[in-house]
């Protein structure tokens, strides 16, 4: 799961618009966030995956939609409350969050 996550994050970086169009086609929001909840207990996940969510979200109103219905804010709380002390995990969860609310209709 890390490795897959460290590379959504890079192609999320290198070509945001390509990369979000590939994770809607695909309907990889749900897989998203059901690695992080079965995986998220260890923190290199959380973090990566929480820099996924927020790439994932970032000038996409569509992927932040389908977040938002799939869990990503319970899921994204859930990891902050599991690792309180972490602040690169706490910075990326917030942007996470951010991105959605600014995005998402329902927020």
């Not at 590379?7 to 309907?27: F, P």
């Not at 219905?69 to 319970?74: T, Y």
């Amino acid at each position: 799961v890390v490795d897959v996550f460290d590379k959504l994050r890079e192609w999320l970086r290198r070509d945001a618009d390509l990369t979000q169009r590939l994770i809607d086609r695909a309907q990889l929001q749900s897989v998203i966030v059901m690695a992080l909840r079965r995986h998220g207990a260890n923190l290199e996940v959380a973090r990566l995956g929480a820099g996924v969510v927020a790439g994932c979200c970032q000038r996409s109103d569509r992927n932040a939609e389908l977040m938002w219905r799939v869990g990503a804010v319970q899921g994204l709380l859930h990891l902050m409350d599991a690792f309180a002390g972490d602040a690169t995990l706490q910075d990326n969860c917030c942007v996470a969050l951010w991105r959605l609310a600014e995005r998402s209709e329902s927020a």
